[in-house]
């Protein structure tokens, strides 16, 4: 257990199992300082990561080793329960889709595989470095990108299975709930790993089209959500990857149509001001 310099009593909860469990405590590094560390620290085949506020189930462990076990080298992950503490509905159920057998595509197209889901097969982490150290947001998703890539070289990739078998919370205030700053972080890793895996990429055209679709789609929530920069980015990415993928399926007729006039900026713009025109209209 990694201690990344909390302030919450969390140190003196660890301390209380005495030597029943190892870990290390030191100043606050962000957390993927802390996972890379216990990367390192750890001696098993496999690690489980979890979040702040995250629950684990008592048989989650359990359940994905009995499946792991069978199919060795093969990432196994659950379904989960989101509790959000900015909504007054109930708890969601997070049900993991249809798993596709391309392990880069399951990433792109899989919103909901949480740091917590997968129970990792160390080497692995290894051999693609942990997390990516300084990544504001999006860390787990950036990570499980780069470890979609690997798996696929060596022709494997994940396996669901079909239980709840943990909790996430999400709050209002939260890193993750601004989604456009979410998604801005990813500006330059979507850089790097289509130029760095763009031979995994052209092995399937199937790839270039989810890749460039995400990298489109996630382009112009930053543009709405002001994260200029970051989202022109993106949508050049997209755009040097598959340009028509991306165009087909981010966007419609007409706004294709009118950014190849006007630009991708010009249109995000017609649609925020689409949505405040709504928005007056429900007040009023």
Known sequence: MVDDGSTDGSLQVIRSFGNQI????GPNRGGCAARNRGI??????????????????????????????KHPNQITYSDHRCLDYGS?????????????????????????????????????????GGFRFGLRASQEFEMHLRLAAHLSRLGTTFMHVPEVLFQVVRRSNSVSSNTAYTFASLAEPFEEFAANCSLILEQSIRRRAEFATYAATIGRQCLRGGERDAGLRLIRVAELVDRRSAEARAWGPLAKLAKRVFGAEAVEAVVNLRAAARNLGRVD
């Open 22 to 25: 190892r870990w290390e405590s």
């Open 88 to 128: 007054s509905a109930s708890p969601i159920v997070r049900v993991a889709p249809v798993m596709d057998p391309d392990p880069l595509i399951f990433v792109l197209k899989h919103r909901t595989l949480q740091t917590s889901g997968p129970l990792h097969r160390i080497e692995y982490l290894r051999e693609i």
């Open 40 to 69: 390192e620290l750890a001696n098993g085949q496999f690690i489980q990561f979890l979040d702040a506020d995250d629950v684990l189930y008592e048989n989650k462990l359990q359940r994905q080793l009995v499946v792991a076990k």
